[in-house]
């Protein structure tokens, strides 16, 4: 394969607008994304934490190695842990991933639900063809094809005729 037919697949490929609809959603995602991390670490966690006794999510922890991480008694941070090398569960930086991706989860169900009511809305049933019709002499209900009243037997005249 030439390398000018595969740069001119390439550019088709590039300039789809699925393609670039796609692009457009991953930046403005991977920008949400950090909006939302902003949120929890910064706005959300911090009164929990304090609630619960100045508590720093991010830094909880459990050690695998509970001996290398008491220093004069007291626990050292997760960082000095990890920078000693320390085995760690940080589940205090989990529970702040998790409550990201539950307020991101809910932002997109929320855009989905708005975008469907609108297509909603925007989709008018079409209405239906009529499929009966009124025998112009004796006012009984016939099928809209008929040539004949099934009642009273009288000629029809078709509209295409008219």
Do not use: W
Request: net charge positive.
């Amino acid at each position: 394969m030439s390398m000018s037919k595969l740069l001119k697949e390439f550019k088709e490929f590039a300039v789809r607008g699925n393609v670039i609809d796609l692009a457009v959603g991953v930046i403005i995602g991977g920008a949400f994304g950090k909006i939302v991390t902003s949120l929890v670490n910064d706005i959300i966690m911090p009164p929990i934490g304090m609630l619960l006794g100045n508590v720093n999510f991010t830094d909880l922890y459990f050690s695998l190695e509970p001996e290398r991480t008491m220093v004069d008694g007291k626990h050292i941070s997760l960082a000095q842990a990890t920078d000693a090398g320390v085995a760690v569960i940080a589940y205090g930086q989990f529970i702040n991933i998790m409550l990201n991706f539950i307020i991101v989860a809910f932002c997109i169900f929320l855009m989905v639900k708005g975008i469907n009511s609108l297509h909603r809305k925007k989709e008018a049933p079409a209405k239906a063809e009529p499929t009966t019709k009124e025998c112009p002499f004796c006012l009984s209900t016939i099928p809209v094809k008929a040539t004949r009243c099934g009642h009273c037997t009288s000629q029809l005249v078709q509209e295409e005729a008219r």
